[in-house]
């Protein structure tokens, strides 16, 4: 196991991550004002495409984990790497 992969694609799976949750957010912000404008106006407005405020919450929460436990992939990868250079001073 190289320990430069270990990060890089610790670090990959977290941006990965994080542009999901993004995406997520920006999804959830449209659905709602779309919510809310539909209320002020009293018109029906065309639905969006694109997935509901619930699987977006989802998506979020699922996201979240993931960026998790790619840090711990990141963090895990630096003590082996800290035990490494212990062992070779």
Do not use: C, H, W, Y
């Not at 941006?15 to 999901?20: T, Y």
């Amino acid at each position: 196991m190289e320990i430069s992969s270990a990060f890089a694609s610790g670090f990959q799976g977290f941006q990965r991550a994080s542009n999901a949750v993004t995406e997520a957010t920006v999804n959830i912000n449209q659905q709602a004002a779309q919510s809310s404008n539909q209320r002020t106006l009293e018109t029906p407005i065309e639905p969006t495409l694109g997935p509901s405020i619930e699987q977006s919450l989802v998506t979020l929460g699922n996201e979240q984990i993931n960026a998790e436990a790619n840090l711990k992939s990141v963090k895990t990868a630096d003590e082996m790497l800290g035990s490494i250079i212990d062992l070779r001073v």
